[in-house]
């Protein structure tokens, strides 16, 4: 049987919190509700976000064992057959925990499934593929969304394209890590969307949370971006990690007019996002 450690760096289990903090933004935009339906939620999403990071290793064994082979099938940690049964099985878990919240939201679950799908099988061989991987994130959004109050919200549906194009910003970015080279300036322009979302849509009483927020984020950010572009001793993979702990960011800067013991949840997260970082690899 494979270790514990290793179904962890399977899975990317240390970027959960962030998927735990989309569907938590994507609940509050949607107008709240019963909070046991949203804990069944990121139930059902974290098993699609795990079932999909081994399907990702199941469709790139091959790729691994020439080029990346201290990933855990080339290692002989796991089999390759027992990474596929665990990935469609979580997968299919996690869409029958979605149906039982409901239609819509098991709906929105199978195009989510099916993008998850789509892109383990073709992002080595495609270049815009993660358009694919930022698809997968804002369905989050509206998935969420659907079991809260009022539903799914023009907001919710906003913010999650927002966060939509942080992630197509951080994964072009992304491409660079097994290269070590340079990478381009103009995915930081996909980076900055949802703090001019932020600033648009948060008015009068809110103005100031979001300017607070907005400059919490881009801080990170620039933080996390100089190990990409410094000419010496460039790290793109600490840099990659720092911006997917920054998700929750982004999530708390949707959500700008929550009250404080919701944007101490958020930080919670992020905080569990850092420690998790430092025992399971976040890419």
């Known amino acids: 049987m494979p270790s514990l450690r290793t179904l962890l760096v399977l899975g990317r289990t240390s970027n959960l919190p962030t998927v735990w903090s989309n569907c938590l933004a994507g609940w509050w935009l949607g107008g709240r509700g019963n909070p046991w339906k949203l804990i069944l ?20 064994a091959k790729f691994d064992a020439q080029h990346r082979r201290e990933r855990p099938i080339p290692s002989g940690l796991i089999t390759v057959e027992l990474v596929w049964r665990i990935g469609v099985g979580s997968l299919m878990a996690g ?10 939201t098991g709906l929105i679950g199978v195009v989510l499934v099916g993008c998850i799908v789509f892109y383990d099988a073709i992002h080595k061989v495609i270049t815009l593929s993660p358009l694919v991987m930022a698809a997968c994130r804002f369905f989050l959004y509206p998935m969420a969304a659907s ?21 197509v910003g951080l994964s072009f970015i992304a491409r660079k890590e097994s290269t070590r080279a340079a990478a381009a300036y103009w995915p930081c322009l996909a980076l900055v969307v949802p703090i001019v979302l932020a600033l648009v849509m948060n008015t009068g009483v809110y103005r100031e949370s979001a300017l607070i927020l907005a ?27 720092g911006l997917l702990a920054g998700i929750v960011f982004v999530d708390l800067l949707a959500v ?9 949840i958020f930080l919670g997260l992020l905080g569990a996002a850092l420690v998790f970082q430092r025992f399971v690899p976040a890419t």
């Open 41 to 60: 939620l990121m139930l059902g999403a974290t098993l699609l976000y795990v079932g999909g990071m081994y399907l990702n290793d199941a469709f790139d």
């Open 95 to 104: 869409l029958v925990i979605l149906f039982c919240l409901g239609l819509s």
């Open 147 to 167: 079991i809260a109050a009022n539903g799914v919200t023009g907001w919710s549906v906003w913010c999650g394209l927002a966060l939509a194009f942080y992630i």
């Open 215 to 241: 400059a919490l984020l881009g801080l990170w950010m620039a933080r996390s971006l100089r190990f990409a572009y410094r000419a010496m001793d460039r790290n793109i993979g600490r840099a990659i990690s």
């Open 256 to 264: 700008a007019d929550a009250p404080n013991f919701i944007e101490l």
